[in-house]
Nanobody
């Protein structure tokens, strides 16, 4: 079992940056691939980024590629999402997710554990 708690969301102007953090509990955190998803009002939850268990494999949605960076620190049971050059369309609740597999995955159905989400609002 893995429990996930996100933090770091907030209000930022367009062009600004935020770093989201996800704290994971569970002894086998390092065996899980992790992902970030987001959900805007009235829209489906969508994939943002994923990172493999060792951190060497990453994959991003086209909409954030080149602006967002996912990373992890297995010694601290933490996953991060560095978000730069933020746009108003990045406004959403951001969720951390974990899957009981070491490989990256890009669909929400492939993830087993979810955090409660953190709000990111980008003003124009």
């Amino acid at each position: 079992q893995v429990q996930l708690v996100e933090s770091g969301g907030g209000l930022v102007q367009a062009g600004g940056s935020l770093r989201l953090s996800c704290a994971a509990s569970g002894r086998t955190f390092s065996r899980y691939a992790m992902g970030w998803f987001r959900q805007a009002p009235g829209k489906e939850r969508e994939f943002v980024a994923t990172i493999s268990w060792g951190g060497s494999g990453t994959y991003y949605a086209d909409s954030v590629k080149g602006r967002f960076t996912v990373s992890r620190d297995n010694a601290k049971n933490m996953v991060y999402l560095q978000m730069n050059s933020l746009k108003p369309e990045d406004t959403a609740v951001y969720y951390c997710a974990g899957r009981d597999r070491p490989q990256v995955a890009g669909t929400k159905g492939e993830y087993d554990y979810w955090g409660q989400g953190t709000q990111v609002t980008v003003s124009s």
